[in-house]
T-cell receptor
Framework: AQSVTQLDSQVPVFEEAPVELRCNYSSSVSVYLFWYVQYPNQGLQLLLKYLSGSTLVESINGFEAEFNKSQTSFHLRKPSVHISDTAEYFC????????????FGQGTRLTINP | GAVVSQHPSRVICKSGTSVKIECRSL??????MFWYRQFPKQSLMLMATSNEGSKATYEQGVEKDKFLINHASLTLSTLTVTSAHPEDSSFYICSAPLAGKYNEQFFGPGTRLTVL
């Protein structure tokens, strides 16, 4: 079984400041890793994912995450945030051999202050 | 991109009634769909895996007789909350994986259920 821990339930930052949202996972098998974003009153959208290959993955809107196997982490970073990045961010894992079931972390609410 | 819809988006019902929630994949076929439950300010918890043409697979602790799932076609899965009670009030979200994009799931916008 897998579990995901997002250490920060809320992260307030100022616009144009850098941000890191932390995610650690636990699993007895190899996993795929994901970050999803949920904007207010909307469904979840895939932000980025790690399946294999380069441990650093990037999204089209400037976010990146790095898979660290030794630390079982997949932290999400952005060097300069915008007001539009205000949302709930969920880290998730799925078993590489499983039926695509996702296990989610508790979520981190990112609030951008002007 | 692939779109998943849910209907209704919001429903309020009296205790003891049953409520049906639909999940549709609009521009792709999905032999598998997933149903999640999200309590306020909490994460998504997988309830069950809906399988087209066969029985759903429920996660541990989820009552299959209370949360009836029917995957009637390759684009439609329904979740029926039977004899709903206030503790069933929650945000219900479905998702469907897109064939050829393994492990990328597309999520519906969710259904807010309030049981009075």
């Amino acid at each position: 079984a897998q579990s995901v821990t997002q250490l920060d339930s809320q992260v307030p930052v100022f616009e144009e400041a850098p941000v890191e949202l932390r995610c650690n996972y636990s699993s007895s098998v190899s996993v795929y890793l994901f970050w999803y974003v949920q904007y207010p009153n909307q469904g979840l959208q895939l932000l980025l994912k790690y399946l294999s290959g380069s441990t650093l993955v990037e999204s089209i809107n400037g976010f990146e995450a790095e898979f660290n196997k030794s630390q079982t982490s997949f932290h999400l970073r952005k060097p300069s945030v915008h007001i539009s990045d205000t949302a709930e961010y969920f880290c998730a894992v799925s078993d590489r051999q499983g039926a695509q079931k996702l296990v989610f972390g508790q979520g981190t609410r990112l609030t951008i202050n002007p | 991109g692939a779109v998943v819809s849910q209907h209704p988006s919001r429903v309020i019902c009296k205790s003891g009634t049953s409520v049906k929630i639909e999940c549709r994949s609009l521009d792709f076929q999905a032999t598998t769909m997933f149903w999640y439950r999200q309590f306020p300010k909490q994460s998504l918890m997988l309830m069950a895996t809906s399988n087209e043409g066969s029985k759903a697979t429920y996660e541990q602790g989820v009552e299959k007789d209370k949360f009836l799932i029917n995957h009637a076609s390759l684009t439609l899965s329904t979740l029926t909350v039977t004899s709903a009670h206030p503790e069933d009030s929650s945000f219900y979200i479905c998702s469907a994986p897109l064939a050829g994009k393994y492990n990328e799931q597309f999520f519906g916008p969710g259904t807010r259920l309030t049981v009075l």
